[in-house]
Nanobody, 118 residues
Framework: QVQLVESGGGLVQPGGSLRLTCAAS????????MGWYRQAPGKQRELVAT???????NHADSAKGRFTISRDNVKNTVYLQMNSLSPEDTAVYYC????????????WGQGTQVTVSS
């Protein structure tokens, strides 16, 4: 079982920035693809960005040029740097860990609220 703990959410004005952090409790962190997803009220959960064990990243079109995912395999942590935030980015952001070999090992954090409003 992998525990994922997100932090860094909050209220920010349009155009502002936030950095989300997800700490994972596993010695096998480097074997997981890590990702950030978000879910806005009344909408389905959607991919924001992922980063593989080899540091290959994938960002949703809505995130490209504004958000950057990164990971630190020493600290067992994944980050999401979010810049130029808009009200449309308001959502609960979830951290995800998916084992790259045993893909049924798939874990979610509890989520952190990001609200973009003036």
């Amino acid at each position: 079982q992998v525990q994922l703990v997100e932090s860094g959410g909050g209220l920010v004005q349009p155009g502002g920035s936030l950095r989300l952090t997800c700490a994972a409790s596993t010695r096998s962190f480097s074997r997981y693809t890590m990702g950030w997803y978000r879910q806005a009220p009344g909408k389905q959960r959607e991919l924001v960005a992922t980063v593989t064990s080899g540091d290959s990243t994938n960002h949703a079109d809505s995130a490209k040029g504004r958000f950057t995912i990164s990971r630190d395999n020493v600290k067992n942590t994944v980050y999401l740097q979010m810049n130029s935030l808009s009200p449309e980015d308001t959502a609960v952001y979830y951290c995800n860990a998916r084992h790259e070999t045993f893909m049924t090992l798939n874990y979610w954090g509890q989520g952190t609220q990001v609200t973009v409003s003036s």
